[in-house]
C-alpha cells in the first residue's frame, strides 16, 4: 500500500522545482476594460469523447486523451440528454482500480455531454493541456468544458510518465521535458486525424491553424515550452512551474493562487520574469495548489484517495496538508474558484487568436465573490 505516498506526496509536493528569476520587468497599468463574461458557461454546450494516442509500452497501455469541444445540442435537447460523469476509480490504473471502497469511489459530473454532435458553426481553435505530476486527464474537466463552451476544442493527455498511473504502479523513471512535448504533438495529431475523418463525431470541428497550450503545475511547464513549435500562438499556466529551456518571448499568461504552498506566489513570479515577450500574471487570494481540479471537490465530499489513504493512515499530516493544499472546508470551494481561472485563460486565448489588444482587466467589483486578484503585465 506505500503508492499511496507516493501517489499524494507526487501530486503536489513533486511538483515544486526549484529555479530562479530574471529581474522584474516595468509592468503597464491594467484597465477595467469591459471583456465577456468569461468566468460564465459560454453559448455553446459541450460534447465530450475520447481519441486513441497509440501505445505508451507495456507498462501503461495504450495512451489515450479526453477532447471537450463545441457541440450542436441545443438547450433542449441538452436537457433530455445524460451529462458525462466519471468515478474516482476510473482515474487510478485498471489494475487496481478495485482497490478503493466503494464509499470514496465518488463520481463527477461535468457540464457536458458524452458523443454528442459537434457544433457545425466552426472550427474552432485547439486547446492542448497538459496536467500535473500525479495528476490525470479528466482531474480538470470541470475547467476544460467551460473552457469548451466558449469555443474552443480542448484535448487533454495522458501523460502517464508523471501522473497518478506511475505514482500508483511505483514507476521509477522519470519523465523528460521530451516525452511531454512528444505526448502534447501527439494529442495534436491524433485530433487532426479525427478531424478529417468522416466517421467521427470530431470531423470538422477544429481548426489546427489556431493552437494554444494551457497547463497546470508541471503540466504548465510542458505547455510554455510547447511555444517553441511555430503553430502555436500561446500558453497560460495554472499554477506553472517554468519552462524547459531558454523562456518563449510568445505571449504568456501566469494564474497563481496567494495560499499556493507547493508553487508559492513567489515561485510564479519567478516564472513570469524570465519570459521576455507579452505577458501577464493574474494572482488569485485564498486559493491553493490543488483547487484548479475536481478532485478539490471530491476530497471535501469525503472522497478519493487521499481519504482514503488518510483513513488508513498512509500519509504523515505533512503530506496530507500538501495533498488537500486548497481543498478544506475553511478554503473558499473549488466552483467560486473556477469562474476566476476561467475568465482569465479564456480571455488569454480570444484575445490572442483574434490578435487583439491582450491587456487584462482588472476585474469589476463583486465580479468574482470572495476574491481579490491582483494584475501584473508587460508588453501586452
Not at 14 to 36: H, N, Q, W, Y
Not at 112 to 124: E, H, L
Not at 258 to 269: F, I, L, M, R
Not at 287 to 307: E, M, P, S
Amino acid at each position: 500500500m506505500n503508492y499511496f505516498k507516493s501517489v499524494m506526496f507526487a501530486g503536489v509536493a513533486a511538483s515544486v522545482i526549484l529555479g530562479s528569476g530574471l529581474p522584474a520587468g516595468a509592468a503597464s497599468s491594467p484597465t477595467t476594460a469591459s471583456t465577456p463574461q468569461y468566468q460564465k458557461a459560454g453559448p455553446l454546450q459541450v460534447g465530450v469523447t475520447t481519441i486513441d494516442l497509440g501505445s505508451a509500452g507495456t507498462t501503461f497501455g495504450e495512451r489515450t486523451a479526453t477532447v471537450f469541444y463545441p457541440s450542436s445540442l441545443t438547450a433542449s435537447q441538452a436537457a433530455t440528454t445524460a451529462k458525462y460523469s466519471y468515478t474516482q476509480a476510473q482515474t487510478l490504473p485498471a489494475s487496481i482500480q478495485g482497490i478503493l471502497p466503494a464509499q470514496f469511489n465518488t463520481t463527477t459530473t461535468i457540464n457536458a455531454y458524452g458523443d454528442a454532435p459537434a457544433s457545425t458553426k466552426g472550427p474552432y481553435p485547439i486547446v492542448l493541456f497538459s496536467h500535473g505530476y500525479g495528476g490525470e486527464r479528466l482531474y480538470y474537466s470541470n475547467l476544460l468544458a467551460g473552457m469548451a463552451s466558449w469555443g474552443y476544442v480542448v484535448v487533454s493527455a495522458d501523460y502517464f510518465e508523471r501522473g497518478i498511473a506511475a505514482q500508483a504502479m511505483s514507476i521509477k523513471t522519470k519523465p523528460t521535458a521530451a516525452d511531454d512535448q512528444k505526448i502534447m504533438a501527439s494529442s495534436l495529431s491524433a485530433l487532426k486525424a479525427a478531424n478529417t475523418t468522416a466517421t467521427s463525431v470530431l470531423n470538422g470541428v477544429a481548426n489546427p491553424k489556431k493552437v494554444a497550450a494551457v497547463g497546470h503545475s508541471a503540466g504548465g511547464g510542458t505547455a510554455y515550452t510547447a511555444l517553441n513549435v511555430p503553430g502555436i500562438k500561446t500558453a497560460v499556466g495554472w499554477a506553472p512551474v517554468g519552462p524547459s529551456g531558454k523562456a518563449s518571448s510568445k505571449p504568456v499568461m501566469l494564474i497563481g493562487a496567494q495560499g499556493d504552498n507547493a508553487v508559492t506566489p513567489k515561485y510564479v513570479k519567478n516564472v513570469y520574469n524570465k519570459f521576455t515577450g507579452p505577458k501577464s500574471l493574474v494572482q488569485i487570494s485564498g486559493a491553493g495548489h490543488d483547487t484548479y481540479t475536481d478532485v478539490c471537490v471530491t476530497i471535501r465530499q469525503g472522497g478519493g484517495l487521499i481519504n482514503y489513504a488518510l483513513s488508513q493512515h498512509l500519509v504523515t499530516p505533512q503530506l496530507a496538508k500538501l495533498a488537500t493544499n486548497g481543498c478544506l472546508s475553511s478554503d473558499p470551494s473549488p466552483q467560486s474558484f473556477w469562474p476566476v481561472v476561467q475568465y482569465y485563460t479564456v480571455f488569454q486565448l480570444a484575445t490572442q487568436f483574434a490578435n487583439k489588444n491582450s491587456t487584462v482587466p482588472v476585474p469589476a467589483k463583486g465580479a468574482f465573490p470572495g476574491f481579490q486578484v491582483k494584475i501584473t503585465q508587460q508588453g501586452t
